[in-house]
């Protein structure tokens, strides 16, 4: 039996690939990830490998690198976005957030753990399965998105094109804290909008108060949506008010409100049935109070996803997880990834799996270990060269 070949890359390679993708500035709302595809495509796609540019607009675009296999359809797809959120006040960090300073192991910047780690790993096992000079048995594609970090343009353009209508299993490259993530929450964003009375607020009972009527709805839907089932790994559904305002003045009544409320769900909860509740409960308010009038509507809806423990898939994963030191034990992510945009039109086995610590995202003075970005690396080469060459 021909031995496999395995492989690791050195903290230098990670180094040089990672600085190289923090350096270029892809922060939201701009994106930019345009600039970082071009410069993918110049100077870290191996030869023997097609690339398909996405454009979204002038500056943002995603890209798909594919190495071609035996037989034209199935395969593995891991994907990756480019986009990072923003760097807030630049005094907070330690080091210029896309300097891509590096202390011993570790890189600091933006993106550097959410999620340009994932991406470099992707890049450097894209190089060296290329260099094998085999050919897989199925194709194998390194996907690149935009706009992960908001309304996930990127990985909607790839799935409405059919891109990876074949594809058999998908590696979501997100940092998973040297685990491998086999679930991850859902995410519905409901805004809500209420319309009272005003009055003098010496006189409350001539007014209708929008905003004591906006904090009934929402008890009374946090109530619902967290007594719901809980979950073995990610435990409980959660609803949240992140955005309220109301009033113009400390003596008037509020006769008008707005809120929005973060709900993230659990596997099995069905986010339509969450949002009948919504309706359901402002139409008892309004039954209540006839001078109310309240509107619910949905900003995003991206359900809760999950790949059985006992799939292939997952055993295949776990076992070479194991041979190269990152831990099998059961994890789940809070957030929500361009799986969750994939999956639920193509339900395929998928696993959460990527350098880093998740807790590091978004964070100031982001950083990330190379020496994850090499595991990592080391675990999709070793994966591929496995089960696919």
């Known amino acids: 039996m021909e031995e496999k070949v395995k492989y690791k890359p050195t903290i230098e390679e990670c180094r040089e690939v990672l600085q190289s993708l923090v350096k270029i500035n892809t922060c939201q709302p701009e994106g930019n990830e345009g600039k970082l595809a071009d410069m993918i495509i110049e100077k870290m796609i191996p030869e023997g490998m097609t690339c398909r540019r996405i454009g979204h607009s002038l500056q943002r675009a995603s890209l798909i690198v594919k190495m071609e296999g035996e037989k034209a359809e199935g395969g593995l797809a891991l ?193 339509d049935e969450i949002i009948r509740m919504a309706k359901e409960i402002c139409r008892g308010i309004m039954e209540q109070h006839p001078a109310v009038h309240m509107e619910v509507n949905v900003l995003n809806n991206r359900p809760a996803l999950e790949t059985p423990q006992d799939s292939p898939f997952v055993e295949r994963i776990m076992k070479a997880a194991e041979n190269v030191g990152i831990s099998t034990a059961q994890k789940g992510l809070y957030f929500y990834t361009d799986a969750s945009q994939m999956i639920p039109e193509r339900p395929i086995p998928f696993v959460i799996a990527g350098p880093g610590d998740d807790a590091m995202a978004h964070c100031v003075n982001e950083h990330i270990s190379l020496s994850s970005v090499s595991r990592y690396t080391e675990l999709y080469t070793n994966y591929i060269m496995e089960h696919y060459m």
């Open 79 to 271: 994907i990756g976005h480019m986009d990072t959120v923003a760097c807030g006040e630049l005094d907070n960090w330690a080091y210029p957030p896309h300097q891509a300073e590096v202390k011993g192991d570790i890189l600091y910047g933006r993106g550097s753990a959410d999620m340009k780690g994932g991406v470099a790993a992707m890049l450097l096992t894209a190089r060296k399965i290329a260099g094998s000079g085999k050919k897989p048995r199925r194709p194998v594609y390194f996907c690149f998105t935009a706009d992960e970090e908001s309304k996930g343009i990127g990985i909607r353009a790839i799935v409405e094109e059919k891109y990876l209508e074949t594809v058999e299993e998908v590696i979501i490259c997100e940092p998973s804290d040297e685990k491998i993530g086999i679930c991850e929450k859902g995410a519905l964003w409901l805004a809500v909008t209420i319309h009272g009375r005003a009055s003098h607020a010496s006189r409350p009972e001539l007014g209708v108060n929008a905003i004591e009527h906006g904090i009934d709805f929402a008890n009374r839907l946090k109530k619902v949506v967290e007594g719901k089932k809980s979950h073995f790994i990610l435990g409980h559904n959660t609803a949240s008010i992140t955005r309220f305002q109301g009033g113009i003045m400390t003596n008037i009544i509020p006769s008008e409100a707005k809120m929005e409320l973060d709900i993230r769900t659990v596997p099995g909860v069905l986010h």
